[in-house]
C-alpha cells in the first residue's frame, strides 16, 4: 500500500510586512503543489531502513531504524493523535542523524526540513522502515510556501497510513480529510514548520491545509472562500532575500517615522479588507467579473506603492513592475520582497497571445515564472496498491 498526498504552496495576496504591525493580511492557495508518497516494504523485501528521496535533485538520505531507536530513545512515547513539540534532547538527536548524512555543501540549507521529516515521521509511525519520496512544482526559498506544503503533503501521507485517519483504501482519485483529521495534519504540519522556521505564524501550513483563502490579523486566522475565479503569473526573480533584515527595516522605518507608517499600515489595512469583500462576494455574469478584477487590480497596484514606501522593494522587482505594465496588466510583490516573487492579475478575457508575450520578455530578464490558480483546493491523498 503506498499514500500519496499533495498540498498547495501559497501566495500573500495583500497586507505583507504590515501584517506585523496590527494590519489584516490576505493569503490564498495556489494550484502548485508539494507531493509526498509513503510506501513500507513487504517482509519478503528485508529491507530495515528508513528512506527519504528528494526526485527533484536526485538525493536520497536513508537511516538504518536500528539506529533510529538507539539516538532517540523516548522514541515509544509519542502519539500520532497528539501533536507534539521536539524536545531539545530530541532536536539534537535528530540534527546528529542528519549530520551524518553527508549532505553537500551547497544543498546544507535542506537540513532543517530532513530534520523535520524525521521528526514527524517518528512521531507518527516510530520506528518502522519505509521509504518517503518528494517531489514539488513549487520553487524553493522564494516565499511561496514550499516548506510548509512540504509538512503538510508529509503528515497528511504520514497520518493517511496510521489508525488516526479514517479513509477509504479503495477510493480512485484524490479524497480529502474529514474536519478533525485536517486539524490533526494542520497541526503536525505546524510542528515541521517550527523546527524549519523557528517561530512560524502558522499561516502557510494553514493555507496549505484547508486551500481557499485566509485573512489573517493579530494572530487570529479567518477562512474565507473566493465566489470568482482568479489566475496569477507568478515571476520568480531568484533573487535571495532576507526576512529578518527586510523585517527588521521596516520596523526601524516606522521608529523613525511613526505617524506616516501608521497611516501606511491603516491603507494596507483598508486595502486587505477591500479585497476579501470582492472575492467573497457573488458573481453574476463576466461583467461583474471584468468589474472585479479591475478592482483588484487597482487594489494590488496601491498595494505595491505602499509596500515601496516601507523599502521592501528592489530592483528585480521594479523590472518584473514594467515589464508588465507595458501590456497594462498590475503586479505586486508578494512575502517579503527584496527580490523574491512578483504576482500580476491574469484577467479572464487576456488573450493568450499577450500571455506568452509577458512570459517572454520577463524570461529574457531571467526570470522564471508560473501560472497558478488562486484560492483553490488544500491538501489531498490517494492510494494505490493493496492493503
Excluded at 499514500?3 to 498547495?8: E, L, S, W
Excluded at 494572530?219 to 474565507?224: A, D, F
Aim: hydrophobic share 40%.
Amino acid at each position: 500500500m503506498e499514500a500519496r498526498a499533495r498540498a498547495p504552496g501559497k501566495i500573500i495576496l495583500a497586507g505583507e510586512h504590515a501584517v506585523v504591525h496590527g494590519s489584516t493580511a490576505m493569503a490564498a492557495a495556489i494550484d502548485l503543489y508539494t507531493y509526498v508518497s509513503l510506501r513500507f516494504p513487504t517482509p519478503s523485501d528485508n529491507d530495515d531502513t528508513l528512506k527519504l528521496y528528494l526526485k527533484d535533485m536526485d538525493l536520497e538520505f536513508s537511516w538504518l531504524v536500528g539506529k533510529i531507536k538507539e539516538a532517540i530513545p523516548e522514541l515509544g512515547s509519542f502519539s500520532a493523535s497528539s501533536p507534539t513539540s521536539c524536545s531539545l534532547e530530541t532536536t539534537k538527536a535528530i540534527a546528529a542523524l542528519v549530520d551524518e548524512q553527508n549532505i553537500p555543501e551547497v544543498k546544507i540549507g535542506l537540513a532543517s526540513g530532513i530534520s523535520a521529516f524525521l521528526w514527524l515521521y517518528i512521531s507518527i509511525h516510530g520506528c518502522k522502515p519505509a521509504k518517503a519520496t518528494v517531489n514539488s512544482e513549487l520553487p524553493l526559498g522564494s516565499g511561496l510556501g514550499s516548506s510548509a506544503a512540504f509538512c503538510v503533503a508529509l503528515s497528511a501521507a504520514l497520518l493517511a497510513l496510521s489508525d488516526s485517519a479514517k479513509l477509504d483504501f479503495g477510493h480512485q482519485g484524490w479524497q480529502i480529510f474529514g474536519d478533525s483529521e485536517l486539524d490533526l495534519v494542520n497541526k503536525w504540519a505546524f510542528e515541521g514548520e517550527k523546527i524549519i522556521h523557528g517561530k512560524p505564524s502558522g499561516i502557510d501550513n494553514t493555507v496549505s491545509t484547508y486551500g481557499n483563502m485566509i485573512k489573517f490579523k493579530s494572530g487570529e486566522l479567518t477562512r474565507i472562500k473566493t465566489n470568482m475565479p482568479l489566475k496569477m503569473l507568478i515571476t520568480n526573480t531568484k533573487v535571495g532575500r532576507n526576512t529578518k533584515a527586510l523585517v527588521a527595516g521596516v520596523s526601524e522605518r516606522t521608529a523613525r517615522h511613526p505617524t506616516a507608517m501608521a497611516a501606511v499600515f491603516n491603507a494596507v489595512d483598508s486595502i486587505s479588507n477591500e479585497m476579501a469583500t470582492i472575492i467573497q462576494s457573488p458573481v453574476s455574469d463576466d461583467l461583474a467579473i471584468t468589474e472585479k478584477e479591475e478592482k483588484l487590480e487597482e487594489l494590488m497596484e496601491m498595494n505595491q506603492g505602499l509596500l515601496q514606501c516601507m523599502g521592501v522593494s528592489h530592483a528585480s522587482i521594479e523590472t518584473v513592475l514594467r515589464t508588465t505594465l507595458k501590456f497594462k496588466l498590475s503586479s505586486k510583490l508578494t512575502g517579503a520582497g527584496g527580490g523574491g516573487c512578483v504576482l500580476t492579475l491574469l484577467p479572464t478575457l487576456l488573450s493568450g497571445t499577450v500571455v506568452d508575450k509577458v512570459i517572454a520578455d520577463l524570461e529574457s530578464c531571467g526570470f522564471q515564472c508560473l501560472i497558478a490558480g488562486i484560492g483553490g483546493k488544500g491538501m489531498e491523498v490517494s492510494f494505490s496498491g493493496t492493503s
